[in-house]
């Protein structure tokens, strides 16, 4: 008895249609989607918005039944037509100390990592990313060597802080005693890549009817894309931090690849060019401590000559350790007396306490678990 094979492929299955997301778009975008898909009239589109913003921002709400003052015919076609689901959080860690991370799928293969720690700005930081990997390749951080996927939606962008929000029970948004009271864009990528995305996002977060975490406790920070700083004080009003790391050409070459093409004389031109820089809205500069090479009074000196007449401050930072790094860091004693010069240089210089090591979470650790073995399989491997 003869077989036959059929070898005609099966009939594809269609995909299940993907309902927009109303949660990441801006005010004009949201008015523009409902009238788009027919929910409201043109002449309606404005009130329904607003309406809306405040059930999706303020109250945070993932499931359009919760909207009790929207008549339910209209919540069933909101329903029919879009999405308020989050992304999905594949890992959430909680350090000793009381940093969380969350490891977030945005799509198939993009992943990243956002980190909450508390006790920072008024209250608390989230450290949010920009791009899923980062071009950079700065030597002393982990996320530089994972090669850039893509740049995040301003979707993406405020579903990380809408995600530390459900984690945190801050809904409906507070106004006191909140414990996610700053934003800062030093997570995976380099935010002035990505700023048109950015931009959109700050809009979103900052809108006093939602979020409402104010433009001045927005930090952006930038290893120093020139072009971009004008136009981005210009559109977020966010505060500026810069990814320093060096005082000279040669050795910030090293250690910041992107010196090579914005070095430190343009760099410092276009800070000094930012759009409302005074005393109450100075600069941070962020330098992390590198033993034996960055560290040395003389190098605290040229960083005091550097940025002289810049209202700033500057944040050392001790390099966080991650696996493979060629970097130890600078011991304690030599920190604090970087920082004695830097003050005796007229500039407020805190030495920021590590947060999070122990979860991978403290700054330069960040890398998402598509490009590394995830924490929960290694844990499982060591105990085989």
């Not at 109303?22 to 409902?34: P, Y």
């Not at 992304?87 to 009381?98: F, I």
């Not at 997570?187 to 006093?208: K, R, S, W």
């Not at 005091?304 to 600078?330: D, H, M, R, T």
Request: aromatic share 6%; glycine share 6%.
């Amino acid at each position: 008895m003869g077989v036959t094979l059929d070898l005609s492929r099966a009939p594809a299955v269609p995909a299940t249609p993907v309902k927009p997301n109303l949660s990441g778009l801006t005010r004009a975008e949201l008015a523009q989607a409902l009238v788009a898909a027919e929910v409201v009239r043109p002449d309606k589109a404005r009130m329904r918005a607003s309406q809306l913003w405040r059930w999706i921002h303020h109250y945070g709400v993932t499931e359009f039944a919760a909207m009790t003052d929207v008549a339910k015919e209209t919540r069933a076609a909101l329903d029919a037509a879009f999405s308020l689901a989050r992304p999905e959080v594949v890992e959430r860690q909680v350090s000793k100390d009381g940093t969380r991370k969350w490891l977030i799928r945005m799509a198939p293969g993009i992943e990243v990592e956002t980190v909450y720690i508390p006790d920072v700005g008024r209250a608390g930081a989230l450290c949010v990313s920009s791009q899923v990997g980062c071009t950079l390749n700065c030597t002393f951080c982990h996320t530089g060597t994972q090669a850039l996927v893509r740049n995040l939606s301003a979707a993406e962008i405020v579903a990380q802080v809408q995600i530390a929000r459900d984690d945190l029970g801050e809904w409906p948004s507070p106004k006191e005693d909140r414990r996610l009271s700053n934003i800062v864009f030093m997570g995976m990528g380099e935010p002035l890549y990505n700023l048109d995305n950015v931009a959109a996002a700050i809009d979103i977060i900052a809108d006093n009817e939602g979020i409402a975490i104010s433009r001045r406790r927005i930090t952006v920070s930038t290893s120093g894309v020139v072009p971009e700083l004008g136009p981005l004080g210009e559109r977020t009003q966010a505060m500026l931090a810069i990814s320093l790391h060096a005082t000279n050409d040669e050795l910030r070459e090293q250690l910041v690849p992107l010196n090579r093409k914005y070095p430190l004389a343009e760099l410092m031109a276009g800070i000094r060019a930012y759009p409302g820089l005074s005393n109450a809205k100075r600069v941070t500069f962020e330098y992390v401590m590198l033993k034996g090479v960055n560290d040395s009074t003389a190098e605290a000196k040229a960083l005091v000559q550097l940025l002289k007449g810049i209202p700033a401050k500057i944040n050392l930072i001790p390099f966080n350790p991650w696996p493979g790094s060629q970097y130890e860091c600078s011991d304690w004693a030599t920190i604090e007396r970087f920082a004695a010069v830097l003050n005796r240089g007229g500039y407020a210089s805190p030495i920021r306490t590590p947060r999070g090591r122990d979860i991978l979470a403290a700054c330069g650790q960040l890398k998402s678990e598509s490009e590394k073995l995830r924490a929960s399989a290694r844990r499982k491997l060591a105990a085989e």
